[in-house]
């Protein structure tokens, strides 16, 4: 017995046909339902019921809980069944840029002709090394057509998944010949979380007029009514070469999510005439580049985003390529155009221009060591010979170029290198301060209050301030000496490092010691009577020690005279989506502290994407924790101004932040106490009151 779910219209009842007149609103009368004889089946998605002409969608979560053993039957067939309205937008939602930079058009890896997921986390790690910004995932080079719309849900939740882990924007292609494949597929990457989708024309039975390119892609777009819509324009190929701008020009009032496009063309004319629809209406359209061999050409136009399979091979290429011509170095702007040129030289020669994603999977290859699997029919593969001669050559064109994927990190909304830790002018300007990041955090409040199994407004009790507009209120600053966690953790320190640890605290009116909990004892000792607390930290620095250790570790230490516990969470279960897991790991360092510690949560902020970071502040809030805290210092990276933005945009008041990792100035030391974080971990704590030059450490 397997809830999909009842596509019916009529039954046969008593001999008598009996129309279907109401909705089911439990499982309790979705099973009755379904003893029924149906005469109509009218075949949807796996995730919606079609009845008397309407559509309701209900969440896989829902459908999972039906069947889970542990709760008894009567409980889970009285679940209530409930309906998903889409909110429809009254007009475009989006008025400035929301994709700028490097989106690699990836390959859909195959092994034997089948999907092969496992080697997409890899890939979309080195991606994020190259400098990308994101993936268009199903488009031409992920031979999007030659899938079933089954294995295309599939390849695009294993982007989602590594999307998150590796900070990459997820783009998703959902275009196909059918128009309820294409309906399936837009309702799919809004359920999974795609940052966008876009859609070309059918090109078999091709649409003969704008007013049909535009009905057809109506109905697509409002499929998913919550995410941007790129029209995938790309003539070459569909067929259909109604100018950009016209096409623009008909979508935008019918479209309410309309976001621009992926424009995979060579007409500058066509460009320029949508870039200057989108200024009349007043958008900036996100208007993504398609040929890697149009960069340089799109770019004094105003584009801003580059979508190409070509940066699979060569991405840091293009990525020093924008910089420079950004920056006005045009010369050093052609000269890496040249590079990508000669790439393209070097295997077109061997196998032909069109034979790129086959050429780019060997390439790929060579990188990762990992194989990519072939092309599929009527696709033409490379023959043995060609394979061999383009690894000899992807060899050859490496050895000599040095440096060939050297790059300055992704590229950034305004085309310039990220700034380094601490560098941000005013933290009060970034948007978790000013309320902007509201609806991004609610709509993680909404999830969480569903995996918690709780309801929203129990959340916002623990969250208040997101009923409100969600700007944060001006921080007032105390003496810095007050804000200071002296930190040394070190594996190598000893007994004496330690007296010293304290000494200094003591002399300066430092807020905290921390140290590793084998030391605490000691400190405390040392420290008893001062006024400076004993802060230890617990399941350090990985945080994937089993959660009854963490409980027992916070006893221990708790019991030997510390006063604040610092815990690392488990992060590998936070990017899994083990969201219970994680509460319920933060619930019990909470419970062990016996209302004798308080609890800061690490969130190692460098290895999480941004909606990572809500997850883990939600959670810690929900949890009871008293801090939430950016880093452990030990690993890719410390505190930074976006971090402890979010962060304190989702927790408010409810807890206080903790900036932790590269904090070893005054200057940087007070734009984060500004930006209202209320402690520092540090071991530049002498430097930042003194003014000396900070050491190397924590």
């Keep these: 017995l397997k809830l999909q779910f009842l596509y019916f219209i009529g039954y046969y009842k008593q001999g008598k046909i009996m129309s279907v007149r109401r909705q089911p609103t439990t499982w309790q009368e979705a099973a009755e339902l379904m003893a029924m004889t149906p005469i109509n089946v009218r075949q949807v998605s796996d995730n919606g019921v079609v009845s008397n002409g309407e559509e309701m969608r209900y969440s896989t979560k829902l459908k999972r809980s039906l069947w889970n053993k542990e709760e008894p039957v009567a409980k889970r067939l009285a679940m209530p069944m409930t309906p998903r309205t889409p909110k429809r937008q009254k007009g475009p939602q989006w008025t400035k840029k929301l994709f700028k930079g490097l989106f690699c058009a990836v390959v859909s890896p195959l092994e034997d002709d089948s999907i092969n997921v496992d080697v997409i986390d890899a890939y979309a790690g080195l991606l994020a090394k190259d400098g990308m910004t994101g993936v268009f995932v199903a488009g031409t080079a992920g031979m999007s057509m030659s899938m079933s719309v089954a294995e295309r849900k599939v390849l695009l939740e294993a982007w989602i998944k590594a999307g998150k882990k590796h900070n990459l924007i997820v783009l998703a292609h959902i275009g196909a010949q059918s128009l309820e494949d294409s309906k399936e597929l837009a309702r799919h990457a809004e359920d999974v979380g795609a940052a966008a989708i876009s859609s070309m024309a059918p090109s078999f039975f091709k649409p003969a007029s704008i007013d049909l390119l535009v009905d057809y892609t109506k109905q697509v777009a409002a ?125 077109s020669k061997i196998c ?7 050429a780019t999977k060997i390439f790929l290859s060579e990188r990762l060591n990992l194989e990519f699997g072939g092309m599929r029919s009527p696709q033409r593969d490379v023959t043995h010979e060609e394979e061999t001669a383009l690894r000899k050559a992807w060899r050859q064109f490496v050895k000599e170029r040095p440096g060939l994927f050297k790059h300055e990190g992704p590229i950034t909304m305004s085309a310039t290198p990220a700034k380094k830790t601490g560098e941000a002018e005013d933290f009060t300007l970034l948007p978790g301060a000013q309320g902007k990041m509201k609806k991004t955090i609610m709509k993680r409040v909404h999830a969480m209050s569903k995996e918690l199994c709780i309801g929203t407004e129990d959340v916002l009790d623990v969250l208040p301030h997101l009923r409100g507009d969600g700007k944060l209120p001006p921080q007032k600053m105390g003496d810095v000496r007050q804000y200071i966690d002296h930190t040394l953790l070190k594996a190598t320190a000893s ?43 617990v399941g350090f620095p990985l945080g994937a020690m089993d959660t009854r250790s963490k409980g027992k570790e916070t006893s221990a230490a708790v019991a030997a005279g510390a006063t604040e516990i610092d815990m690392v ?77 979010i962060m304190k945009a989702t927790v408010g008041d409810t807890c206080l932040v903790k900036a932790s990792g590269g904090v070893k100035t005054l200057p940087i030391a007070k734009k984060y106490m500004a930006a209202g974080i209320s402690r520092i971990g540090t071991s530049s704590g002498i430097a930042i009151i003194t003014g000396a030059t900070p050491g190397a450490g924590y």
């Design 223 to 347: 499929e998913a009514p919550n995410t941007p819509f790129l029209y995938y324009h790309f003539p070459d190929i569909t067929g259909v070469a109604f100018p950009m701008a016209d096409i623009m020009k008909a979508l935008h009032p019918v479209v309410p999510t309309l976001r621009g496009a992926k424009f995979t063309s060579t007409n500058m004319w066509d460009l320029g005439d949508t870039l200057d629809f989108g200024k009349k209406v007043g958008t900036e359209f996100d208007i993504l580049n398609g040929f890697e061999g149009m960069t340089t050409s799109c770019l004094p136009l105003g584009v801003t985003a580059h979508i190409a399979i070509g940066f699979s091979s060569i991405g840091p290429v293009w990525n020093r390529m924008v910089r420079a011509f950004s920056s006005g170095k045009f010369e050093e702007a052609n000269k890496e155009q040249q590079t990508g040129r000669e790439w393209f030289a070097m295997f």
């Design 352 to 358: 032909g221009l069109w034979q790129m994603t086959a």
């Design 495 to 537: 007994s004496k490092e330690i007296e010293k640890l304290c000494d200094e605290a003591k002399k300066n009116k430092f807020y905290a010691v921390c140290v590793n909990s084998s030391r605490v004892k000691e400190a405390a000792d040392m420290l008893q009577g001062t006024g400076v607390e004993v802060a230890s930290v």
């Design 569 to 645: 969470l488990n992060i590998g279960k936070l990017m899994e989506g083990k969201y219970e897991e994680v509460f319920e790991d933060i619930a019990t360092v909470v419970a062990a502290c016996k209302n004798r510690a308080i609890v800061k949560v690490i969130f190692e902020t460098c290895l999480l994407t941004q909606e990572q970071i809500i997850d883990a502040s939600i959670l810690s809030a929900m949890a009871r924790a008293v801090f939430v805290k950016t880093s452990t210092g030990f690993s890719t990276g410390g505190a930074t101004p976006e971090a402890v933005d």
